[in-house]
């Protein structure tokens, strides 16, 4: 189980968390949902840590892990699909993959996680050669995720992969990560669109100016009178 215990993340003097807490339990598929700004990047580069916690903490299978570097972190089964994917535009699909290898025990099985990254995504099979950055956004977002399996996660995290591709796509994307997730792999989706993120996620909380002010299933949170006034504005 990946636990946040009301954490808070600061940039320089600025608190950008306050007290954000959500669990995700093994096999299940979470969302964290907000408007532009309220905190959920911060909240994945405070769980891989690539932002140090000002208080809080954050366990992994009954361990604490804020005090660990990402390398560790990766090593500990965590992986993040970041925020506008950040790939190596000039470098070919197989190169971005084997970027997500780099943990000695990934190294280990690299052969046998590519086989399975192209049964999961067969574009990224045919597509091998090709610099990432002349594949469309879904085609791209394949090969972020994939990147991110190639390091063998139990946790994986997804900041906004839907922005900028076509929605056959994400449905298509979406049914492979539930079949990868069916598998035994948690995650964390972030996301905008309330009625997308259940598309997907089972449970999910939902954070506001760096707070968790609500979790729930779909029908407790779509249920909320609150969340309705302020969020289904946004959908
Ligand atoms: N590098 C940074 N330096 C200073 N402040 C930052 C930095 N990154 C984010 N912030 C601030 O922290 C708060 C949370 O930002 P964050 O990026 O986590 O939001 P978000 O929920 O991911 O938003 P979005 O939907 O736009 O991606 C915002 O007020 C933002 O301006
Ligand atoms: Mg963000």
Redesign the pocket.
């Known amino acids: 189980m990946l636990e946040l215990e009301r954490i808070a993340v600061d940039?320089?003097h600025?608190r950008?968390l306050w007290d954000v807490s959500l669990e995700v339990k093994l096999g299940q598929r979470a969302a964290l949902l907000?408007?532009?700004?309220?905190?959920?990047?911060?909240?994945m580069g405070a769980i891989c840590g690539l932002l140090p916690l000002a208080a809080g903490t954050v366990r992994f299978q009954g361990r604490e892990l804020h005090r660990h570097s990402t390398v560790e972190t990766v090593a500990a089964g965590i992986a993040l699909v970041p925020?506008g994917r950040r790939l190596f535009p000039a470098m070919s699909v197989h190169e971005n993959l084997l970027m997500g290898a780099y943990s000695p025990q990934a190294r280990a099985h690299i052969d046998d996680s590519l086989r399975q990254v192209h049964e999961l995504f067969p574009i990224l099979k045919e597509k091998s050669r090709q610099s990432a950055g002349e594949l469309s956004g879904g085609q791209q977002q394949q090969v972020a995720i994939g990147r991110a399996l190639m390091s063998r996660p139990q946790v994986l995290l997804l900041?906004?992969p839907f922005i900028g591709v076509a929605p056959l796509v994400v449905r298509e994307i979406i049914e492979t990560l539930v079949e990868i997730s069916a598998r035994g792999v948690m995650m964390l989706l972030?996301e905008?669109n309330v009625h997308r993120a259940f598309e997907f996620a089972e449970y999910a909380y939902v954070?506001e100016n760096?707070r968790t002010v609500l979790e729930g299933s779909r029908e407790q949170i779509l249920g909320d009178a609150q969340f309705n006034e302020k969020f289904l504005g946004l959908a």
Do not use: R
């Open positions: 940039y320089g600025v950008a907000g408007a532009n700004g309220a905190g959920k990047s911060t909240t925020e900041d906004e972030v905008q954070i760096g």
